[in-house]
């Protein structure tokens, strides 16, 4: 979305392959391949002379490999692209050479951020200012071992930040 921002001709390009795809089969929704999606992101950072492509939490789905094979192909077409990957799981084994940028975001250390976070909301949320201290630490329990590593704001946290 950004890049479109930046290269109003990307949207055309975009609506140009979509209506080709349009042409052949009017039975079924419009869609683009991964490796098209991937070229336009090429021509796109190329024509910016540059483009950060950021992937976030790789190691949440099936098809990381796939996914990896994707983008070493877009870096090996141009230089105009930095990748950022971030995953909690070690993907090494995966990665043996390519121009990626990885941060490994481990689940012992984002644990103290959510630890911290639901120690702050706990502390000054109206909600809870009335519930005793044992009570919190049940609460505080039940979310982080529901986050299991990741960092999600809990619905029942959530709630009073919009009222």
Excluded at 73 to 92: K, P, V
Excluded at 126 to 149: T, W, Y
Aim: net charge negative; glycine share 4%; proline share 3%.
């Amino acid at each position: 979305m950004q890049m479109c921002e930046k290269d109003h001709n990307l949207w055309d390009t975009i609506n140009k392959r979509y209506d080709k795809e349009m042409g052949q089969s009017s039975q079924e929704p419009k869609k683009l391949n991964v490796y098209e999606l991937a070229d336009l992101i090429v021509q796109s950072s190329e024509q910016l002379e540059g483009a950060i492509l950021i992937v976030d939490a790789l190691n949440e789905t099936k098809q990381s490999s796939s996914l990896l094979q994707i983008l070493f192909h877009m870096t090996d077409r141009t230089r105009c692209l930095t990748i950022l990957i971030s995953s909690t799981e070690d993907l090494g084994a995966q990665i043996i050479a390519g121009p990626f940028s990885i941060a490994l975001m481990r689940k012992e250390n984002i644990a103290s951020d959510i630890d911290d976070y639901i120690d702050k909301r706990l502390r000054n949320d109206e909600m809870f200012c009335h519930v005793p201290g044992i009570l919190k630490q049940d609460i505080k329990s039940v979310l982080r071992n529901r986050a299991d590593g990741t960092y999600v704001t809990p619905p029942s946290l959530s709630r009073s930040t919009s009222s």
